[in-house]
């Protein structure tokens, strides 16, 4: 990427070439419509459908039929939740969900309290992990759906998906998981884990913008969430529109790939990830934010006290492209909601930055990123009269 460093990977990834590669037939020769039935350029486009299909059913370990494609992860978790309130409305309107999810699964049930839903925020604990007995006594009757984020998006921290699942097998609710940062980086696996509905984008694992899936348990138990788009009945009813063959193509190809080289990339990026947090909590008053146990290989957070992220950033003059928080509230001045749900203090949480390595990056970067970090942070505090009054003293409690 020349002479700049891209360590956003959690936010989005480039294309990988081979994903790429495979797309690009599916913009030109075989440019038809998967629904077109009646001649070869939808045959064709309906046989690279099902070959993609099959390919992510692989590598999810569950039926191909079980994917619905979808634009994003996005509208996966609006399908997913709202599709189960509307379907179950007569078992009960009781949402279970954690303080720390994504805005797209937080937005969408605060939507549907207006609705007349009933929705429970669960807590997390100071290392982003949701306490089990909070969860189960949390369950009611009138309980329809569990949704608990695979890995959050801002800290990487992995929840405990199998026994989280078993709560839920035990109180006979579904169970929802927005997987949009594990699918690809862990051996991701609903059927066999027990999540009933799993969403995920291709975009996040060198795949294309666009386009990603829900897995739909179809048996032990039958799902069927209601639609949120209707039209032509497509993808088993569920979700309706033209299919996005070359997205779709690239999304199967980016799995495959992602599935293929798991392991290796997983032990190569996080002895990276590993050295540069080792390397930057040398730094005074810098902190991990999060589970370091339990977390995604290839992410950490830090703080970095009485430093503002964002000015932090600045002065990397664009050579270093990292996070200050979600993507997708990045715009927002409000500290993230993630990080003072473990306990930030909304200071702590403005002082902090988010890495994400990913396929593309070298050790070069790291040493770079380190000398970039420890250089500003170093900058901001020499002119900073908060970092002096906290020297002496004058301010214990940020």
Partial sequence: MGNRIYMDNNA??????????EML?????????????SHTFGWEAEDAVDKARERIADSLGVLPKEIVFTSGATESDNLAIKGIFEAYASKGKHIV??????????????????KGAEITFLQVDSEGLIDLDQLRDSITDTTILVAVMWANNETG??????????ICEEKGVLLFSDATQAVGKLDVKPKETGVHLLAFS????YGPKGVGGLYVSSAHPRVKPAAQIHGGG???GMRSGTLNVPGIVGLGAAINIATKEMQREAERLSRMRNRLETALLEIEESRVNGSTAHRLPHVTNL????????????????????????????ASLDPSHVLTAIGLSDEMAHASIRFSLGRFNV???????????????????????????????????L
């Fill in 12 to 21: 989005t990834t480039p294309c990988d070439p081979r994903v790429l590669e």
């Fill in 25 to 37: 037939p599916y913009f030109t020769d075989k440019f038809g419509n998967a629904a077109s039935r």
């Fill in 97 to 114: 969900t954690v303080k720390t999810e994504h805005k797209a699964v937080l937005d969408t049930c605060k939507a549907l309290q207006k």
């Fill in 157 to 166: 921290v992995i929840q405990p998906m199998p026994e989280i699942a078993a």
């Fill in 202 to 205: 291709g975009h996040k694992l």
């Fill in 234 to 236: 497509h993808e088993r």
């Fill in 303 to 330: 703080s970095f006290r009485c430093v503002d992220g964002e000015k932090l950033m600045a002065t990397f003059n664009q050579k270093l492209a990292v996070s200050s928080g979600s993507a997708c509230t990045s």
């Fill in 363 to 397: 050790e070069e970067d790291v040493d770079l990123a380190i000398q970039l970090v420890r250089n500003g942070v170093d900058n901001l505090r020499k002119i900073s009269p908060v970092w002096e009054m906290w020297k002496e003293g004058l301010l214990n409690d």
